[in-house]
Every structure is written in C-alpha cells, then in structure tokens.
Nanobody, 118 residues
Framework: QVQLVESGGGLVQPGGSLRLSCTAS????????MNWVRQAPGKGLEWVSR????????YSAASVKGRFTISRDNAENTLYLQMNSLKPEDTAVYYC???????????WGVGTLVTVSS
C-alpha cells in the first residue's frame, strides 16, 4: 500500500526557512520521480518542484526557483524540500506526490501546512 507522509510544516516569519520531509513506503521509492505540490488558501493546486529518479535532476516553478531546493535520500525513502527566503505568498498546504508517466501524479500525501506570517 503506497503511503506518503509529509512533515515539517509550521509557522515561520517572512525571510525565514523551513525544511519539509516526506517519508514514503509501499513502493520502490528510488525508481520514481517525486514532486512537491502546494495549495494556498482559496487557490488551486500549484506544482512546486520535481526530482527525477534517474540522475536526480530537479525542476522548480519560477515562483520558488532560487529559494526552494528539492532533494531525496533513497536509502531512507525520504523526499525533502528546503525552503529559504519564505514569503507570505508561500503560505499553503504542501503535498508530496509520486511521479508517473507523462508527469502524472497518482499518489499523494495528506499534506503539511506552512504558514508564513509575522
């Protein structure tokens, strides 16, 4: 049974940093691309970042590029999102999602809330 569990969310001040984690189980983690997707209050889903299985190449949305860094530890079946220089508009529930063919994302975690406010 595929399971993805996010953690590390919380309240941070603008300009601060936070590190999100996603622990995975029930599938061969190292063979899948992984994604972070977020949903701000009253907004739709926004793709944030992706890390590939082969070569661990990374891609990020323009809104977070240069501030967020996606990484993975295959030995620990864990996905990370290092978030720096946080802005109020980064406030959202952050989800990790398993990547599939043609950028599909079939399995999602339940999310962790990040609130950026003074």
């Amino acid at each position: 049974q595929v399971q993805l569990v996010e953690s590390g969310g919380g309240l941070v001040q603008p300009g601060g940093s936070l590190r999100l984690s996603c622990t995975a189980s029930g599938f061969m983690f190292s063979t899948y691309s992984m994604n972070w997707v977020r949903q701000a209050p009253g907004k739709g889903l926004e793709w944030v970042s992706r890390i590939l299985s082969v070569g661990s190449s990374t891609y990020s949305a323009a809104s977070v590029k240069g501030r967020f860094t996606i990484s993975r530890d295959n030995a620990e079946n864990t996905l990370y999102l290092q978030m720096n220089s946080l802005k109020p508009e980064d406030t959202a529930v952050y989800y990790c999602a398993q990547g599939g063919n043609y950028n599909a994302m079939y399995y999602w975690g339940v999310g962790t809330l990040v609130t950026v406010s003074s």
